[in-house]
């Protein structure tokens, strides 16, 4: 008898371009026990998920708003191909280029923004200057969520595929009423948020806002910011328009755009006034013109990096004219829907408000200690690295499977909803777990190499922060994977329950954190706040979930996985940190060290953990190494 084949972990990435079939026996409707779950018009096949606004690079910033996708049918191969807006052929895109075209986007945005956090830490430092621009920049995204981002998400966009779908202007008429409506609440909420900017402050910051030199700078920097709320909205509702035509990389990209300005800007305040190294430059001493000319220059990224995508929208054939006839085309039935979505959000970034409030006050503190970086930037730099795999890699593999989940979900197929949400958390996990390890071995020497200059004592805290972040990143991704699940069936609800549950586990920690702990060490500690918040989360999305699946969510063989790769990931990291320590302790941790103990204990910790996942019988990192030696070998 032959030998079997080994199944590919990775298979899914091509099976999601082949029609779905619903498995025997299963029927047309939802799973037992789901009977009112609404059944909405599906998307063009190849339909990307939704992301959130792109102005940000933070991980609050795109976590916040969740997506709910619509589910994809594939049209019967008798009836006749849809006709599309741009008078193409309507031919499928395809799942696996649109999600590396996206991938591709998000890495470059992604690491863009590390080389802008470089040079914002270079140009203000680590300390209260550094906190009160991060906290104006952080201010328009939060609003924004608050406000009008995750209903826009979540809602706005699955009814716009849909009138793309179903009228006979290919949903040109509903895209342009939903954008002027859009640009009109948007310039009136700049408009009440810039009168309102020392008002936001003191909500995020009292710390901040009883000093008057710190306030002074805060509001001034907000009120440059805030007109970006505006531009981020339209950013993302064009982007929209975009992926429902097919048109899935100008959304990822153009944030590049945003994250070149500001570095050039960055660039030429630290040409002018120097680093904030040798400047010494703080609240008091900051000029009028180097306010301005930071204000502007962030103001001026937003604006590029929304302009830059009509060029792409007119290329599909849609021209934009503003219509100004809202009523009784749909758009107050999709507000009524995006309610649980906007308390969603309400409620996570009532958490994300409470870790700035303490994170700063902290900050404050530490700083009186000679403890720098242990602040509000130093917690939101390190969460920027420690964010970076999730976005790229189980953003990514999702958005290849999420099509196929809700075309199962809409067939009331729960066993293959089951299997990809099981292989979409085994396949993430062959790189998320090690990952989450490697910052516990390699988090000092990542931010002394990235953000050493805005000194080494400020770089070593935010080191010690991404440390404490570090295995938080195991139960984020798989909330995010978890979650995708309860979109698949429009369920906005039970993911807002789950998110007041994060919300109220990660203010409590932090709380708790700043009380026990020592200023130097409490931002550290919200940042392990921050990831028990989500392994409690994690627990209870993961009962609600399996009990919509019939009591069966592949549990065994997940945790099988996972716990194989956390038993490889701890020698990797133990044996990997020890060489990275030593490179350094004879390197120093100047560039020069940083590189090394990067490269050194990276090998080590690659090598280590390959060989212990290869004893321990991974399949899927076997199936992942073969698939990728098979692509090389072409």
């Known amino acids: 008898m032959g030998e079997q084949p080994q199944r590919d972990a990775f298979a899914h990435l091509y099976r999601d371009q082949q029609p779905y079939e619903p498995r025997p026996g299963q029927g047309q409707g939802y799973p037992q026990g789901a009977e009112n779950y609404p059944q909405a018009q599906a998307p063009a096949q190849g339909q990307a998920p939704v992301p959130g606004p792109s102005r940000s690079e933070s991980a609050d910033a795109t976590a916040a708003a969740p997506t709910v996708a619509a589910p994809v049918v594939t049209a019967p191969a008798a009836d006749p191909e849809p006709k599309t807006p741009s008078g193409g052929k309507g031919r499928a895109s395809s799942v696996l280029q649109s999600s ?17 956090q470089m040079v914002v830490l270079a140009g203000l430092g680590a300390a209260t200057l550094g906190s009160t621009y991060a906290l104006a920049y952080t201010l328009p995204t939060m609003v924004y969520i608050l406000t009008i981002g995750g209903g826009l998400n979540s809602v706005f966009v699955p009814q716009l595929v849909r009138a793309m779908k179903e009228d006979d202007d290919g949903g040109e008429a509903f895209a342009n009423r939903l954008l002027t409506l859009v640009m009109v609440v948007l310039g009136l909420l700049v408009a009440v948020t810039v009168v309102a900017a020392p008002v936001l402050i ?37 982007g929209q328009i975009l992926n429902a035509r097919g048109r899935f990389g100008a959304m990822m990209w153009t944030p590049v755009l945003n994250n070149i300005v500001i570095i050039f800007t960055f660039g030429l305040f630290i040409w002018v006034f120097g680093t904030a190294g040798s400047s010494k430059m703080d609240t008091t001493t900051i000029t009028a013109e180097g306010i301005r000319l930071l204000g502007m220059g962030t103001l001026l990224g937003l604006v590029v990096q929304s302009l830059a995508m009509f060029p792409y929208l007119r290329a599909t054939g849609f021209r934009f004219r503003p219509r100004f006839d809202w009523r009784g085309h749909g758009l107050g039935k999709a507000a009524k829907l995006a309610k649980w979505t906007v308390l969603f959000v309400l409620a996570n970034q009532a958490g994300v408000l409470v870790v700035t409030q303490l994170s700063t006050a902290a900050g404050a503190e530490a700083e009186n200690q000679n403890a720098p970086g242990m602040s509000f930037v130093g917690y939101s730099s390190a969460q ?7 976005a790229i890699i189980t953003v990514s593999v999702m958005a290849s499977l999420l099509p196929r989940i809700s075309r199962a979900a809409h067939d009331g197929d729960s066993g293959a909803v089951r299997d990809d949400i099981s ?9 998320i777990v090690p990952l989450a390890f490697g910052f516990i071995a390699l988090g000092i020497p990542m931010c002394t190499l990235l953000f050493g200059a805005s000194g080494t004592d400020a770089a070593v805290s935010m080191g010690y922060i991404l440390m404490a972040f570090s295995l938080g990143l195991i139960p984020f991704s798989v909330q995010y994977v978890v979650l995708r699940g309860f979109y698949a069936y429009e369920d906005t609800r039970t993911p807002f329950y789950n998110t007041v549950i994060i919300a109220a586990v990660n203010a409590a ?38 009990n919509r699946l019939g009591g069966d969510l592949d549990g065994p063989r997940v945790v099988r996985t996972y716990t194989r790769l956390v038993g490889a990931s701890i020698p990797a990291a133990l044996l990997g940190g020890g060489a990275a320590y030593a490179i350094m302790q004879t390197l120093g941790m100047g560039v020069a060290g940083s590189v090394a103990a990067l490269l050194g204990g990276g090998l080590v910790l690659i090598a280590v953990f390959y060989i212990a996942a290869k004893r321990m019988r991974v399949d899927e990192l076997t199936a992942m190494v073969g698939m990728v030696r098979g692509r090389l070998g072409r």
């Not at 920027?384 to 999730?390: A, F, N, S, T």
Request: with cysteine; net charge positive.
């Open 100 to 116: 590396a075209l996206m991938a591709a986007g998000t890495l470059v945005s992604r690491l863009t923004g590390f080389v802008r």
């Open 423 to 431: 292989q979409g958390l085994r396949t993430s996990a062959v790189a």
């Open 509 to 546: 920690g932090s709380g708790l954190a700043y009380l026990l702990l020592p200023a130097r060490w409490a931002v550290a500690g919200m940042a392990a706040a921050y990831g028990l918040a989500y392994a409690i989360g994690v627990g209870v999305a993961w009962k609600r979930l399996r």
């Open 384 to 390: 920027l690295i420690w964010g970076m795999p999730q």
């Open 202 to 238: 003191r909500v995020m910051s009292p710390t901040i806002a009883d000093n008057p030199a710190d306030n002074e700078v805060a509001v001034t920097f907000a009120r440059y910011c805030l007109p970006t709320i505006f531009f981020m909205g339209i950013h993302v509702v064009v």
